[in-house]
């Protein structure tokens, strides 16, 4: 959002409201949504196996959805949103990824990015593509550090 024009809390809200109302519609084609399964060896079961859930429910319980906002602060900065239930790991987190190498060492670009974790446990760090030191400049050369 932009800056508010004081730090009162209406002038925050309506700041906030502002760069909301920028928000456009998502485009279908880049939407998803799905129903967990059971995982392979069969001890989580699937949604539809769960007793409480209504036989051939198409309840969705995983959801993806490129969002853009309309201004020129944000043109061309995608916010993909994701979220689900009975995922892998539980975590609340916001990926910040970089834009791709113009001419990538390995004929292969691996994104920088910045993590910044609310749950669990806070963390922010930086995920960046580093070179081992030397001349060489072998493709195994190249690795990714956290800092």
Request: with cysteine.
């Amino acid at each position: 959002m932009d800056k508010p024009l004081s730090i009162s809390a209406e002038d925050i809200l309506d700041a906030k409201v502002r760069v909301l109302r920028q928000v456009l519609p998502p485009k279908l084609e880049e939407c998803v949504s799905g129903q967990y399964t059971a995982n392979e060896d069969g001890s989580v079961p699937g949604y539809l196996e769960d007793p409480t859930v209504p036989k051939g429910s198409k309840c969705p319980t995983f959801a993806s959805m490129v969002l853009r906002i309309h201004n020129d602060r944000w043109a061309g900065v995608p916010f993909i949103v994701k979220a689900g239930k009975a995922m892998d790991k539980k975590v609340v987190s916001v990926r910040i990824q970089f834009k791709d190498e113009i001419h990538p060492y390995t004929g292969v670009a691996q994104r920088n990015e910045l993590v910044i974790r609310a749950q669990p446990k806070e963390a922010m760090f930086l995920k960046i593509n580093t070179k081992t030191p030397g001349t060489a400049a072998a493709p195994d050369s190249l690795f990714t550090t956290e800092l």
